[in-house]
Each structure stands twice: as structure tokens, then as C-alpha cells.
């Protein structure tokens, strides 16, 4: 926590006024030495390893910063299986929203 966030981790919002929970913090499309970029459908993720064991999909070319989703366990995927997870995710998202739609 202390990584992401300046304070002590205890969660003071006057530390970190732009802190938002379940969003990441960095700037959308950021990319890092663990992260990878990939297009599908148009749309563009920036992919990162998470604590879980699992990846990150941050959707850099949607229209709401810091939105995607995450997949755990994910270790040694293919580059066509992480395709299959984000077009699961782009299914279920509503053109309309950009968010997941509600059922």
C-alpha cells in the first residue's frame, strides 16, 4: 500500500485527496518494466503482473481512465489467451458506459 499510496497505508484521504479504491493510481497508459501493451479489437491495454499471481488489464484507449479488470492466476498465458480475457471483458461492457453493464 505504501507503494501506491504516500500516507502511512491507513487510508487518510486528506494525504491523497485523488485516491479513488479500486482504481490504480498511475496516469492511464503508463507503462512500467513489467507492463505490456496490447491492441484487441482497436482497443488498447497496457498489461501488468499482480500480487495475485494473476494480470492487470488497464484499458488506456476507453473512455474511463483507470477502468479494466484483472484475471487470477494467469502465469504463463498465451498472447491469444490474454486476447480471449479482454474480449470477454469488451463483451460484457456497455458501448454506451464504458462500464461493465449491469444484469
Known amino acids: ?3 501506491i499510496y504516500p500516507d502511512d ?5 486528506k494525504a491523497n485527496p485523488g485516491a479513488v479504491p479500486g482504481l490504480r493510481p498511475e496516469p492511464a497508459g503508463s507503462a512500467d518494466a513489467t507492463s505490456r501493451t ?4 482497436g482497443e488498447t491495454f497496457v ?11 488497464a484499458w488506456v484507449s476507453g473512455p474511463n481512465p ?3 479488470f484483472g484475471v487470477s492466476p494467469t502465469t ?9 480475457n479482454i474480449r470477454d471483458f469488451l463483451d460484457t ?3 454506451g458506459t464504458g462500464y461493465i453493464e449491469d444484469e
Do not use: C, Q, W
Request: negative net charge; hydrophobic residues 25%.
Open 66 to 68: 483507470g477502468y479494466g
Open 1 to 3: 500500500m505504501k507503494a
Open 76 to 84: 504463463n498465458l498465451s498472447p491469444d489467451e490474454h486476447t480471449r
Open 9 to 13: 497505508g491507513g487510508g487518510d484521504r
Open 93 to 95: 461492457v456497455d458501448p
Open 38 to 41: 496490447i491492441e484487441v479489437d
Open 47 to 57: 498489461l501488468r503482473p499482480n500480487a495475485f499471481g494473476g494480470t492487470d488489464y
